[in-house]
């Protein structure tokens, strides 16, 4: 008997002790209830972020918070894989919404630019005329000496900076020739027309700015650069010599911090990198020949485009699928920065050619942003 009721002791003499349990389970269930219920209510931060110019940490925001088609996310993520992407990130107001690696690559594994740095250089130049080092309406020659070129002293005086940040020097841009479309001396610059008059991609007009820039500021081109945007922004990236181009490399975040510096026109958490007013320039057409272009800076929603092996104009807009008001630095290869003011974005994307093999704007532009659309809308 006296076994029988020490084991109905166990079960039933401590009823408040299994109410109080029951209770505690309750409010455990209904706590990650409401935890599962508030991470998908809660509202997507407002206003822009920076990150620490001296840190890692990056805020993030997630595409269920901005309502976005997270049913298409795994559909992008496989497209950008299979293109033989390396990075991918997508920020929305400064905070991470998308950070990928694939084929091998990791968050500070660095990766060419290719020409996405020739945008990186027009911000130099608008800093160096910020600061009275020199002015783009000014001749080439008055930073450069009167024998940079092959031209004549009539000729060669028609060009001036802003020439050489349109494409629209007039030099033989030699497309589909490497060795001479590289080269910056004297003997490869020939003259085919008045500067102004057409637009050719011409990578050797383009490395003269770097030298105008080193010429003026008294510095290397390296330390200027890392003076005056990289250590302001916390980029990591450098510039090395390779087949006589100038390469800037860096972290695919490094990528998408000058991205989010062009998203706020030049500014870095309330402090100016490069004036508002060179900003509105360079992110606008530069000439009627290329509308397309500003000043070493892709731009869509325009009228015409050149591309980068031609010299024909072709009607209609540079990336048809994305924003129109999104401009872009382009670099080999498929390497990407697209800046869309209108929604807050910065997308970057870095990794080896899609296919094509261009050397600015291909037509995996078009493929992308349809991809980036069924996530985004």
């Not at 107001?93 to 500070?108: A, D, L, S, T």
């Not at 510095?219 to 100038?246: C, H, P, R, V």
């Not at 100016?272 to 007013?277: M, W, Y």
Request: hydrophobic share 35%; proline share 4%.
């Amino acid at each position: 008997m006296y076994f029988i009721t020490k084991r109905l002791n166990i079960i039933i003499m401590k009823p408040r002790s299994f109410f109080n349990f029951s209770i505690v389970l309750l409010l455990i269930c209904g706590c990650s209830n409401d935890s599962d219920t508030n991470e998908n209510d809660i509202p997507a931060p407002t206003g822009m972020f920076f990150p620490q110019i001296d840190g890692n940490d990056w805020e993030v925001v997630t595409p269920s918070q901005l309502e976005w088609n997270i049913d298409k996310e795994e559909e992008l993520y496989d497209y950008l894989e299979s293109t033989d992407t390396k990075g991918f990130i997508v920020l929305k107001n400064g905070r991470i919404v998308i950070e990928k690696y694939f084929n091998g690559h990791n968050q500070n594994a660095s990766w060419t630019w290719f020409s996405a740095a020739k945008s990186l250089t027009a911000t130099f130049v608008g800093i160096a005329q910020d600061e009275g080092l020199l002015n783009i309406n000014n001749k080439t020659s008055d930073y450069l000496g009167q024998n940079w070129s092959q031209l004549t002293t009539e000729k060669q005086d028609l060009i001036t900076v802003k020439h050489h940040m349109t494409m629209t020097t007039g030099l033989t841009p030699h497309l589909g020739e490497f060795a001479p479309w590289v080269c910056t001396l004297p003997i490869c610059l020939e003259y085919t027309a008045d500067a102004g008059t057409i637009w050719a991609y011409h990578q050797g007009a383009f490395m003269l700015l770097q030298e105008m820039i080193t010429q003026s500021s008294g510095m290397s081109f390296q330390e200027y650069s890392k003076i005056k945007i990289a250590d302001k922004i916390g980029m990591n990236g450098n510039w090395t010599s390779s087949l006589g181009l100038n390469i800037y490399n860096s972290s695919t975040r490094s990528m998408a911090r000058f991205g989010l510096l062009m998203l706020n026109q030049g500014t870095w958490d309330g402090s100016a990198v490069v004036s508002e007013n060179f900003f509105n320039e360079m992110t606008n057409t530069s000439q009627d020949i290329n509308t397309s272009y500003g000043y070493l800076w892709w731009l869509n929603g325009k009228e015409n485009v050149v591309g980068t092996t031609t010299t024909i104009s072709l009607p209609g807009p540079l990336v048809p699928n994305a924003p129109n008001d999104m401009f872009a630095a382009l670099g080999a290869n498929d390497q990407k920065i697209y800046v869309v003011p209108s929604k807050g974005l910065v997308i970057v994307r870095c990794g080896e050619s899609a296919g094509e093999m261009q050397l600015g704007p291909s037509s995996y532009d078009n493929e992308l942003w349809g991809k980036i659309n069924d996530v985004i809308n």
